[in-house]
């Protein structure tokens, strides 16, 4: 005897539908996450993003404008590469 636990399952079916979306959307989340984590990682190089990236943006804007020549220039760029 079933005594009403059937296929039917009353309310079993929604339930396992919405943890059936949640779970899909923990996993996108964990995903999109160690994307945008690795991305801004420590250690990237100039031009990309994090602070050496957004310093190199910044030195490159000023040497555009004029507000610094091309020896501080060179100077600075190597300091942020670390050479």
Do not use: C, K, N
């Amino acid at each position: 005897m079933m005594w009403g636990y059937g296929w039917d399952g009353g309310w079993m079916v929604p339930l396992m539908g919405v943890s059936a979306v949640l779970w899909w959307v923990l996993v996108v989340a964990i995903v999109v996450g160690v994307v945008r984590w690795l991305r801004v990682a420590p250690g990237g190089t100039s031009g990309g993003p994090g602070p050496r990236g957004e310093a190199r943006d910044i030195l490159d804007r000023r040497f555009a404008r004029g507000e610094i020549d091309a020896d501080e220039y060179a100077e600075r760029r190597r300091v942020l590469s670390g050479g």
